[in-house]
């Protein structure tokens, strides 16, 4: 049994950065597919960025690409989501998934387990 935790979400203003953190424990991930989606109220949950087990590969939503990065570091278990130049609608309630695939997957039911989500509110 996998269990995730988000931090580092907050309240920034338009421009500004945040950098999320994913801690896995109950089991060693680096072999496995990460991701990262968010959620705005009435909306859907939409992909934010992957990034494989296997080659630490990574892919962005159009929405963020050139602004956000994710990151793995295998030996604390943990997935990073930094972004920059935020923009209000970036504001959204923010959840690391991870998979048992090591690929690179976009849709929701490609990953097993999920975190609680952080809440990250971006003002204008």
């Known amino acids: 049994q996998v269990q995730l935790v988000e931090s580092g979400g907050g309240l920034v203003q338009a421009g500004g950065s945040l950098r999320l953190s994913c801690a896995a424990s109950?089991?060693?991930?680096?072999?496995?597919?990460m991701a990262w989606f968010r959620q705005a109220p009435g909306k859907e949950r939409e992909f934010v960025a992957a990034i494989s087990g296997s080659t630490s590969s990574t892919y962005y939503a159009d929405s963020v690409k050139g602004r956000f990065t994710i990151s793995r570091d295998n030996a604390k278990n943990t997935i990073y989501l930094q972004m920059n130049s935020l923009k209000p609608e970036d504001t959204a309630v923010y959840s690391c998934?991870?998979?048992?695939?090591?690929?690179?997957?976009?849709?929701?039911?490609?990953?097993?387990?999920w975190g609680q989500g952080t809440q990250v509110t971006v003002s204008s």
């Open positions: 109950g089991r060693a991930f680096n072999s496995y597919a």
């Open positions: 998934a991870g998979s048992y695939g090591v690929g690179l997957y976009t849709r929701a039911y490609d990953y097993h387990y």
